[in-house]
């Protein structure tokens, strides 16, 4: 059986419920909150409610909860711009981002951005996924954004993404949109296609961008160590701007960029959704065989 998730119509409650158990969690770690009370938000028996959590996020509920409160970003920050030259030094910038995935990356040009996307046809869908609902957008070179929210806030989440892009045409497309969601969204690793990028912003955007794409999966960095290796330490400023005007979320990971003590800074789609998606991140590499580990 495929550990692949179903992002369609038949498996949307059960996301939907997976969504909700995984929000709470998020909010409420520190207060080690146990199965029962995740099941009940779900609406499910624990029994149930353990299986489907399991099946559709990739770890248990008991493993996503001991990685909610971070400890292991504060151990890969001690490593400081080791984590991210090591990274690229191993020639780690396609298996070690998220789920195996291998992203082909084109970019806009400056004059065409300045343009404001003038010409561009993007189209778009919304999904349910492990962190609520999705926003998938696509030109027809690639990914060009991807936004989080819940349910409810659709026409906000969208109204977001095209001020990016004013001048562009928009058209919803679920269907061409859903396969994106469930490849990106898998468990398996498997690299059935590979994911095309379209990056849409300026070239110091863009280089920042390129940068968040070399962390590997289950580890995190710091907005200085970005800018020590995309230009120079003292930038941490400007790199902080890029990386929240970044349009791809999850897949352009800036989630995995930490303040210098290891604290959360801001992020655009919320705080809880950032932890969440860290310690998930976390608690599939634990359970990974030691050998494919990145150390």
Partial sequence: MSNEPNIGAAETPTWRKMGRAIRYLSERYQDQPDLEEAASVAGLSPYHFQRLFTRHVGVSPKAFVSHLTLNHAKTELQHGASVLDAALDAGLSGPSRLHDLCLKIEAMTPGDYAKGGEGLLIEYGFHD????????????????????????????????????????????AVAHTAPLARQIFALDGKKNDEIKLHLLGTPWQIKVWQALMEIPSGSVTTYRNVALKVCTPKASRAVGAAVGRNPISLLIPCHRVLGTSGALHGYHWGLPRKRAMLALEAARQSERPKTSAIV
């Fill in 129 to 172: 996924c492990p962190f609520g609902v999705t926003l998938l957008m696509a030109t027809d070179k690639g990914v060009c954004g991807m936004a989080f929210g819940d349910e409810g806030e659709e026409d906000e989440m969208l109204e977001d993404m095209k001020s990016r892009w004013p001048r562009a045409r928009y058209r919803e």
